[in-house]
């Protein structure tokens, strides 16, 4: 799994540099070496890194060349709106299968009663190709809105899962703002509202990763619905642990960092079905693999690269640092993994 990984991995960094030619060339000859020399261990590495090459030439071409003009049509929104400084909202969308960084100027309020999912008409220009950053979330450009049209109706899941954090956003009314905006980053990652300072000092104290959405809040969902599910019968526990995962990764926005531990709980759940556990280093790889086959591009996101590195730190050290600290064990086991990730 570790050399499948690897070749993943290396496919995907090397797409944006090499030529589609020039990696049809390299396929042929290295696959021919490996075979003729018996290296078919290496054979399915190379198999699987020139896919994940070729898909990642895909994602780089698709925003190589950006459309600079006038666009108009109905946008889906795939993101929250968010505040910009100096006024106005920025949000994520796609229009015609292409994705945008929509800016709203300050007059345009509007758009911040929205969620990701819902849908509207809009026309505007894009004036701005995207950059490297930018591009790593599928973004063509930068569009500017000068007109809004009707709101339209979200996908079903989309308003499930919109209608529950609005009960959550209701639910912290009570709170003073920075406390509500807290709570809102604790528990489904929406740090839209969370003032500077509140990240400034989490991260002072070393508690920065509390304000994201990662494998902790997929393992406290899990532990929640634990005694429902534990009730059902093993036929219908699976298909729902794997629904409430999909449901909460669509709650979170799908962030990387909750992609990979939905991923690894579903491949978990699946495996103790078919009655054979997995190794969580090898559930981790096929996770990646799995995950960087379907988009190349996330190997180039901060928050998928942290979520990977400490979920594998975990794996690989935290037993031996348990191991090595003196003392109760809980206590040894809680600084091992802190450590570790």
């Given at each position: 799994?570790?050399?499948?990984?690897?070749?993943?991995?290396?496919?995907?960094?090397?797409?944006?540099?090499?030529s589609?030619?020039w990696?049809?060339?390299?396929?042929?000859?290295?696959?021919?070496?490996?075979i003729?020399?018996g290296?078919?261990?290496?054979v399915?590495?190379?198999l699987?890194?020139?896919?994940?090459?070729?898909?990642?030439?895909l994602?780089?071409?698709?925003?190589a060349?950006?459309?600079?003009?006038?666009?108009?049509?109905?946008?889906?929104?795939?993101?929250?709106?968010?505040?910009?400084?100096?006024?106005?909202?920025?949000v994520?969308?796609r229009?015609?299968?292409?994705?945008y960084?929509?800016?709203?100027?300050?007059t345009?309020?509007?758009?911040?009663?929205?969620l990701a999912?819902?849908?509207?008409?809009?026309?505007g220009?894009?004036?701005?190709?995207?950059?490297q950053?930018?591009?790593?979330?599928?973004?063509?450009?930068t569009?500017?809105?000068d007109?809004?049209g009707?709101?339209?109706?979200?996908?079903?899941?989309?308003?499930?899962?919109n209608?529950?954090r609005?009960?959550?956003?209701?639910?912290t009314?009570?709170?003073?703002?920075?406390?509500a905006?807290?709570?809102?980053?604790?528990?489904?990652?929406?740090?839209?509202?969370?003032?500077?300072?509140?990240?400034?000092d989490?991260?002072?104290?070393?508690?920065g990763?509390l304000?994201?959405v990662?494998?902790?809040?997929?393992?406290?969902?899990?532990?929640?619905a634990?005694?429902?599910?534990?009730?059902l019968?093993?036929r219908?526990?699976l298909?729902?642990?794997?629904?409430?995962?999909?449901?909460?990764?669509?709650?979170?926005?799908f962030?990387?960092?909750?992609?990979?531990a939905t991923?690894?709980?579903?491949?978990?759940?699946?495996?103790?079905?078919?009655?054979?556990?997995?190794?969580?280093?090898?559930?981790?790889?096929?996770?990646?693999?799995?995950l960087?086959?379907?988009?190349?591009?996330?190997?180039?996101?901060?928050?998928f690269?942290?979520s990977?590195?400490?979920s594998g730190?975990?794996?690989?050290l935290?037993?031996p640092l348990?191991r090595?600290?003196?003392?109760?064990?809980t206590v040894?086991n809680?600084?091992?993994?802190?450590?570790?990730?």
């Amino acid at each position: 799994m570790a050399f499948t990984l690897l070749g993943v991995m290396a496919g995907a960094l090397l797409a944006q540099p090499l030529s589609a030619p020039w990696l049809g060339v390299l396929f042929g000859l290295t696959l021919s070496w490996l075979i003729l020399g018996g290296h078919r261990r290496w054979v399915g590495m190379l198999l699987l890194g020139t896919v994940a090459c070729h898909f990642s030439g895909l994602a780089w071409q698709a925003t190589a060349v950006p459309y600079l003009g006038p666009v108009t049509g109905v946008a889906q929104l795939m993101s929250d709106p968010t505040e910009r400084i100096g006024g106005g909202w920025r949000v994520e969308v796609r229009i015609d299968e292409k994705r945008y960084d929509a800016t709203f100027t300050s007059t345009q309020n509007s758009i911040a009663a929205l969620l990701a999912g819902q849908r509207l008409e809009l026309s505007g220009q894009v004036r701005t190709a995207p950059r490297q950053w930018q591009r790593t979330r599928h973004v063509v450009g930068t569009l500017r809105v000068d007109e809004l049209g009707p709101v339209q109706q979200a996908w079903w899941p989309y308003r499930l899962a919109n209608g529950v954090r609005r009960i959550l956003a209701r639910g912290t009314a009570v709170l003073q703002p920075g406390q509500a905006a807290l709570l809102s980053g604790l528990t489904i990652g929406d740090d839209r509202f969370q003032g500077p300072a509140i990240s400034d000092d989490f991260r002072a104290a070393g508690l920065g990763h509390l304000l994201a959405v990662s494998g902790q809040n997929v393992a406290f969902v899990l532990t929640a619905a634990s005694p429902l599910l534990n009730r059902l019968r093993t036929r219908s526990r699976l298909p729902l642990t794997l629904l409430l995962l999909i449901f909460f990764a669509l709650l979170t926005r799908f962030e990387p960092s909750v992609l990979r531990a939905t991923v690894m709980a579903g491949g978990s759940a699946m495996a103790l079905g078919a009655g054979r556990p997995i190794m969580g280093l090898r559930l981790l790889g096929v996770t990646t693999v799995a995950l960087l086959l379907v988009d190349p591009l996330l190997l180039y996101r901060a928050a998928f690269q942290l979520s990977v590195a400490a979920s594998g730190g975990i794996l690989l050290l935290a037993g031996p640092l348990a191991r090595a600290f003196p003392g109760p064990r809980t206590v040894a086991n809680s600084l091992a993994v802190t450590l570790a990730a």
